[in-house]
């Protein structure tokens, strides 16, 4: 994908923007924010946004924006892991269904069946009443929930380059099934692979949020949105800016990460290249 590519999807490097800057807003909490998140006040409670607090303190006198910032952090690594395991567990399967099909390719549609009939909540509530809430249970349950997901997109688009005269061709120079799949169906389907992976991250952040919000996802003293929202929701009627913060924060994130995701399909998919070259001649 070129720089000229890129030009002509606008929304793409928006959306990317849109999303490293609330990235690295969350790293910065990592060395620096404006108060620690553990510091409690009570006497400055409720304060709206000043010129010491940004955005205002919350029912326990702890700065807000400080909190968002780390509760940003929390959201993107909690969702970034939940979509790596995804990647690094269902793709081989996607890969390996289509190299060697049959019995193999029926076990991998079964349990991505199976995978799917358990949604991510379920997961989570079942892992959280073995082994207790958490970050760590959090990303499991996401994880297992991405994992049917790639292995079907890899399944997908390595169904459509394995009929290729490339594919064919080195099977006829010896290569297995193993090495066609890394040498020549992996790369031809990276983009499909990152477009799904912009687009699970952010829907990663949603389920991190709901976990969260529900008590399943991160615990105290650490924070999170979900957390955040959690904490608010019986002052939203008195105090509505305790809930209108990492909602808003929530919503901001998720619309840039799809604008990014929609802006990365446009570009790299030469289909859509192709139409739009069309339609600019027309």
Same mark, same amino acid.
Request: proline fraction near 5%; hydrophobic fraction near 55%; aromatic fraction near 8%.
């Given at each position: 994908m070129t720089w000229g590519a890129i030009r002509q999807h606008p929304s793409l490097y928006i959306g990317l923007i849109a999303a490293a800057a609330f990235a690295l807003l969350g790293l910065i909490s990592l060395w620096w924010t404006p108060y620690p998140i553990e510091q409690i006040a009570i006497a400055r409670r409720?304060?709206?946004? #000043?010129?010491e607090h940004w955005l205002g303190t919350?029912?326990?006198? *702890?700065? #807000?924006?400080?909190?968002?910032?780390?509760? +940003?952090? $929390?959201?993107f690594v909690v969702a970034a892991l939940g979509v790596l395991i995804g990647v690094g567990l269902g793709v081989p399967m996607g890969l390996a269904a289509v190299a060697w099909g049959g019995a193999l390719e029926w076990l991998v549609l079964r349990l991505s069946d199976l995978t799917f009939a358990f949604p991510a909540i379920v997961v989570a509530i079942l892992i959280a009443a073995l082994a207790g809430p958490g970050e760590t249970n959090a990303i499991i349950a996401i994880g297992v929930f991405n994992i049917p997901v790639f292995a079907r997109v890899a399944r997908g688009?390595?169904?459509?380059?394995? $009929? !290729?005269?490339?594919? &064919?061709?080195? *099977?006829?120079?010896? %290569?297995?099934?193993? &090495? /066609?799949?890394? *040498?020549?169906?992996?790369?031809? /389907?990276?983009?499909?692979? /990152?477009?799904?992976? +912009? /687009? !699970?991250?952010? %829907?990663?952040?949603?389920?991190?949020?709901? %976990?969260?919000?529900?008590?399943?996802? +991160? !615990?105290?003293?650490? $924070?999170?949105?979900? %957390?955040m929202l959690r904490d608010a929701q019986s002052l939203f009627l008195i105090h509505p800016w305790l809930s209108v913060v990492p909602g808003l924060t929530i919503v901001f994130v998720v619309i840039a990460l799809n604008i990014a995701g929609d802006g990365l399909r446009d570009a790299m998919d030469p289909r859509l290249r192709r139409e739009g070259l069309a339609h600019g001649a027309g």
């Amino acid at each position: 994908m070129t720089w000229g590519a890129i030009r002509q999807h606008p929304s793409l490097y928006i959306g990317l923007i849109a999303a490293a800057a609330f990235a690295l807003l969350g790293l910065i909490s990592l060395w620096w924010t404006p108060y620690p998140i553990e510091q409690i006040a009570i006497a400055r409670r409720f304060h709206g946004p #000043m010129a010491e607090h940004w955005l205002g303190t919350d029912h326990l006198g *702890r700065d #807000m924006l400080s909190l968002v910032m780390s509760g +940003t952090l $929390t959201s993107f690594v909690v969702a970034a892991l939940g979509v790596l395991i995804g990647v690094g567990l269902g793709v081989p399967m996607g890969l390996a269904a289509v190299a060697w099909g049959g019995a193999l390719e029926w076990l991998v549609l079964r349990l991505s069946d199976l995978t799917f009939a358990f949604p991510a909540i379920v997961v989570a509530i079942l892992i959280a009443a073995l082994a207790g809430p958490g970050e760590t249970n959090a990303i499991i349950a996401i994880g297992v929930f991405n994992i049917p997901v790639f292995a079907r997109v890899a399944r997908g688009g390595a169904l459509a380059v394995a $009929t !290729q005269d490339f594919v &064919a061709a080195a *099977r006829l120079a010896g %290569l297995g099934n193993w &090495a /066609i799949a890394v *040498r020549h169906l992996l790369p031809n /389907i990276m983009s499909l692979l /990152i477009v799904q992976g +912009t /687009i !699970q991250l952010s %829907l990663g952040i949603l389920a991190e949020a709901g %976990l969260s919000y529900l008590g399943l996802g +991160t !615990q105290p003293p650490a $924070t999170s949105l979900g %957390l955040m929202l959690r904490d608010a929701q019986s002052l939203f009627l008195i105090h509505p800016w305790l809930s209108v913060v990492p909602g808003l924060t929530i919503v901001f994130v998720v619309i840039a990460l799809n604008i990014a995701g929609d802006g990365l399909r446009d570009a790299m998919d030469p289909r859509l290249r192709r139409e739009g070259l069309a339609h600019g001649a027309g």
